[in-house]
């Protein structure tokens, strides 16, 4: 045995000390305590570096019993195994001593074999245990890590239609995982295992999934929806569960399970006035109540397009006040304890577990389950990460795949064995007649001999090829790393990968580059774009420009009339017509609510042509008649600068109205003091938008 391992001997019989030094002395370092408060003061100093302490009974100042209290209260006695030594023999004595956490117990006086012997073999069951559970923790922290990564997947998909922050499923994650650790501490009432917590966090993540579904338009509303726009919202819930439900193959999944509750019932409330079931108090599973509180917290927090974000203790008094419906008085607890660490818990980026001593715990816990062995510890452990996988898989909607060389072996996620209708494991695919048929004759040698061509320090190929469905042929890409052997020579192993419809692919790109360039609505640029677009148009100083802006006279009266998906459906007709109306070189945005803007280039008048566009517009929508107010600002007059051309405009604008609306105008210096006053700002502290001007 090497010196570096401490033997702490707390004893107060010098002579015991000196006999178990003889015994030990050659092989270990020996720490020696002759009573237990100085033994409590060598484990603080030295910690994990001792490997065993050989701790008496009866002490002075602290006895041996006295110890263990210490080292359960410290949790020293989870990493440093301890033999109690004693002339007592009683079962009493004896029981004590293990229900205490020793693991050995020697009667004196010593038989040096014995002893030598017990303590050889429990530092060496220790040893064991503990690279055990660093194996267990790091396979669980790397699994946690690639959970997480797709937690900020499944983050982008649902919120970058509906304006939310990219960080809000990352929130009501960690937040979920922080209500529920505290509840488990404070309460029995719900019997969660470490494991629950995990699932019930990760699964928290599809909480808002069914939104995928909601009109953008809804979603992204600045204003208070109506009754009719509030009925389609509130039926993501449904929805979300229904997708969920929608997996069969992953039905008896407890990941799946847990989501289906979250996704249907997280907008329940604790008094029964929630929905979509109207279910009350525990009625509602603790799932949906912890994800509840958690996304009410976020939402109050965060900066949405139809309000500011709310302090973190305004949005605790909030929600304790019952102004947000009302929770389960226990959870409100919760939250109570929590917050005073919560910005500093959302602070941190990528949390999985708190701490290395978070993982190393959870590892521990698995490992001292008392109803499974070793073998079935680590199935349930991988039986765990393969729900997690299949599932992820199934919602990416890639077909991902490993390979190995020896035997030569393919594996498929379960979605892709179904895409593709094979088995999810296939022996010797280079000679699979279904593999060929898929990818035809030259596909399979092709990546594999790109695979082998790699080394590890660039291991990854992409290849693109026509994959056959049936009659139908589709280009998709193969992203593989090729996985070669730790050991020097490094061999070639085999490859893990996924194959990516490059339609769908390249579709998903270009909605999401449109996203960010038009209006969601009205398919229109939206003024951020097109102010750039102007920019760089102005700088050609050989052409006349004019930039035009106008809004729908009496608009509100559609939507009080007519309601707000009627003035929606007006907004639409207006930018169609706006499309039919300029030209190709022209351009036309949607500035916000019912204002838009166009700019155009002109070579000698340029009032026929907004006549023309003016007179295109006005007109007829159903029962509502089409009158727009018009106020245009020309480049030569005004300047080249987009700002001071957009005010220009915009005063024209505000001339008209104040003239009785309904006609064009252009800019000229009268108007230069017309916009001088500032909007209202209502009892929420938003700007009133002022459509009268």
Not at 77 to 88: A, F, G, K, Q
Not at 152 to 165: A, C, Q
Not at 545 to 569: C, P, Q, R, W
């Amino acid at each position: 045995m090497s010196m570096e391992q401490k033997i702490l001997i707390v004893d107060d019989s010098e002579m015991n000390r000196a006999i178990l030094t003889d015994i030990l002395g050659g092989e270990y370092d020996i720490i020696e305590a002759e009573n237990g408060v100085e033994g409590v003061a060598n484990i603080q100093k030295y910690g994990v570096e001792i490997a065993l302490v050989l701790l008496d009974v009866v002490m002075p100042v602290m006895d041996g019993f006295g110890v263990l209290d210490m080292m359960h209260k410290h949790r020293w006695i989870e990493d440093i195994p301890v033999i109690m030594i004693s002339s007592e023999s009683g079962s009493a004595f004896v029981e004590r001593a293990y229900e205490l956490g020793v693991s050995d117990f020697i009667s004196r006086p010593f038989d040096a074999l014995v002893v030598h012997r017990r303590v050889v073999n429990t530092i060496l069951l220790y040893a064991k245990q503990k690279k055990l559970i660093s194996m267990v923790a790091d396979q669980i922290y790397e699994n946690e890590q690639q959970s997480n990564l797709m937690i900020d997947i499944l983050s982008h998909i649902v919120e970058f239609r509906n304006g939310e922050s990219g960080q809000h499923v990352r929130h009501v994650h960690t937040l979920t995982e922080l209500l529920l650790t505290n509840l488990v501490q404070r309460t029995d009432r719900y019997p969660l295992t470490r494991r629950d917590i995990s699932m019930i966090s990760t699964a928290s993540a599809l909480h808002d999934i069914g939104k995928i579904s909601i009109d953008e338009a809804i979603l992204n509303k600045p204003g208070k929806l109506t009754d009719e726009e509030f009925i389609i919202m509130k039926s993501h819930s449904r929805i979300g569960a229904d997708m969920l439900e929608g997996l069969t193959m992953y039905q008896d999944e407890p990941l799946v399970k847990t989501a289906y509750q979250i996704c249907r019932w997280h907008h329940e409330r604790y008094d029964g006035r929630g929905y979509p079931d109207g279910l009350k108090g525990d009625e509602i599973p603790i799932s949906a109540q912890i994800v509840a509180l958690a996304d009410v917290y976020d939402a109050l927090t965060s900066e949405r397009v139809y309000k500011k974000a709310f302090s973190h203790d305004t949005a605790v008094e909030m929600i304790v006040a019952g102004k947000c419906g009302a929770f389960n008085p226990l959870v409100l607890e919760c939250l109570m304890d929590v917050a005073p660490r919560l910005q500093e818990e959302l602070g941190k980026e990528g949390k999985s577990y708190g701490s290395t001593d978070d993982v190393n715990n959870l590892a521990r816990e698995m490992m001292s389950s008392e109803e499974l062995t070793v073998s079935g510890r680590t199935l349930q452990l991988l039986e765990r990460e393969r729900e997690k996988y299949s599932f992820f898989a199934a919602m990416s909607q890639e077909i991902q795949f490993e390979y190995n060389t020896s035997p030569p072996m393919l594996t498929l996620s379960p979605w892709g064995a179904e895409r593709l209708d094979i088995s999810e494991l296939v022996m010797d695919p280079g000679n699979n007649p279904r593999v060929l048929e898929l990818l035809g004759p030259n596909v399979w040698d092709d990546v594999v001999k790109l695979l082998r061509a790699t080394d590890p320090e660039k291991p990854v190929i992409q290849y693109d090829f026509k994959l056959h469905l049936g009659e139908e042929s589709r280009w998709h890409r193969v992203v593989a790393r090729a996985m070669w052997s730790p050991d020097e020579p490094r061999e070639y192993q085999g490859a893990i990968g996924k194959a990516i419809d490059i339609h769908d692919s390249r579709t998903r790109l270009e909605d999401l580059e449109r996203a960010a360039t038009h209006d969601a609505m009205t398919g229109l640029l939206n003024h951020a774009s097109a102010k750039k677009l102007i920019e760089d148009r102005l700088d050609d100083l050989k052409c006349n420009y004019a930039l035009v802006i106008f809004d729908l006279d009496h608009f509100k009266s559609a939507n009080d009339t007519y309601g707000h998906m009627f003035g929606d459906e007006v907004l639409k007709h207006m930018a169609e017509k706006l499309k039919q109306s300029v030209r190709g070189s022209d351009i036309a945005a949607r500035v916000g609510g019912d204002e838009f803007l166009f700019f155009v280039r002109y070579e000698e008048e340029v009032e026929p042509i907004v006549s023309r566009i003016f007179h295109a517009l006005i007109g007829q929508y159903e029962d509502f008649t089409i009158s727009v107010s018009m106020g245009i600002a020309c480049a030569d007059t005004v300047g080249r600068v987009y700002d001071n051309l957009f005010r220009a405009a915009d005063q024209a604008l505000y001339a008209v109205k104040r003239a009785g609306r309904g006609k064009y105008r252009f800019y000229d210096d009268s108007m230069s003091q017309m916009l001088s006053v500032i909007s209202p700002i209502d009892k929420t502290g938003d700007i009133v938008e002022n459509k009268d001007r």
